[in-house]
């Protein structure tokens, strides 16, 4: 076992955690964070996506202690307090959430999408998600909310 501290959404987690240990098992069982889901648990599904420095990768397999005293954002720290963020928002008004499950992981993947490219064409949002599967909702939804955030912060001042 060894201490390693993780920075997750602006809070540092000092966790003692075996080596091998996944990133997403340790956010969910250490840190109690479980809004990141475990899905396929071999880089195929996103269901697992976070940010590590601001950029998306696959949770459950990134090991623990690779992301010690970085910058990890999981879907708990989109929302602004009690406000939702606005790819939150508008996932629900869009009807883009069904069982819910890939929700998180779609989230911070439009989320690193929109932060990389304010603007994208709907061919750009769909490359941005490739890495996220849904068997619900057939993905026009999810990608009509990225596209009415995308509006909603390019007018906002
Ligand atoms: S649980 Fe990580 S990609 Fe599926
Ligand atoms: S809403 Fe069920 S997997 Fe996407």
Redesign the pocket.
């Known amino acids: 076992m060894s201490l390693v501290n993780l920075r997750v959404n602006g809070v540092t987690y000092p966790v003692d955690i075996e080596m091998g240990r996944n990133l997403s098992g340790v956010l969910r069982s250490e840190v109690g964070l479980t809004g990141t889901k475990e899905g396929c648990d071999d880089c195929e599904c996103g269901a697992c996506m976070v940010l590590l420095d601001g950029q998306p990768i696959n949770s459950c397999s990134y090991l623990a202690a690779q992301a010690a005293d970085r910058e990890i954002t999981t879907v708990e720290g989109l929302a602004n307090g009690d406000e939702m963020h606005p790819l939150q928002r508008n996932i629900l008004a869009a009807g883009g959430?069904?069982?819910?499950?890939?929700?998180p992981g779609m989230l911070m993947s439009a989320d690193a999408l929109l932060d990389r490219n304010p603007d994208p064409s709907d061919e750009e949002i769909k490359i941005g998600l490739s890495g996220n599967l849904?068997?619900?909702?057939g993905y026009a939804r999810i990608i009509q909310a990225v596209r009415a955030t995308a509006v909603e912060l390019n007018v906002s001042p």
């Open positions: 959430v069904q069982c819910g499950f890939c929700t849904c068997r619900c909702t």
